[in-house]
Nanobody, 123 residues
Framework: VQLQACGGGLVQAGGSLRLSCAAS????????MGWFHQAPGKEREFVAG????????YYEDSVKGRFTISRDNAKNTVYLQMNSLKPEDTAVYYC?????????????????WGQGTHVTVSS
């Protein structure tokens, strides 16, 4: 599976961005999809995750109520709608796919990773 993330950019605090991650292959609906971010000098951290059937959705506490993860299995794409952005959201955002993801917040459960897209939120 190859993942291609896009949609990052520079936005002012309070603004919005929508990230997209397109996946290759014909078994997209079988994968748990996740978004992670990595700020400069910090470790990569979980942001949100969504199961293949969209039954289970997970968010990191700091983004609850601001970010929404969704997917379109017909388009092999997962999205991250980010509203009310804060300077502390500045990071490289990565999408990830995993077949057997028992702990969505754990990055090592994911098998495939996109290249990352930069998000910069100015104050």
């Amino acid at each position: 599976v190859q993942l291609q993330a896009c949609g990052g950019g520079l936005v002012q605090a309070g603004g919005s961005l929508r990230l997209s991650c397109a996946a290759s292959g014909r078994t997209f609906s079988r994968y748990m999809m996740g978004w992670f971010h990595q700020a400069p000098g910090k470790e990569r951290e979980f942001v949100a995750g969504i199961s293949g059937s969209e039954t289970n959705i997970y968010y990191e506490d700091s983004v609850k109520g601001r970010f929404t993860i969704s997917r379109d299995n017909a388009k092999n794409t997962v999205y991250l709608q980010m509203n009310s952005l804060k300077p502390e959201d500045t990071a490289v955002y990565y999408c990830a796919a995993g077949t057997y993801v028992y702990t969505p917040r754990r990055q090592y459960d994911y098998d495939y990773w996109g290249q990352g897209t930069h998000v910069t939120v100015s104050s």
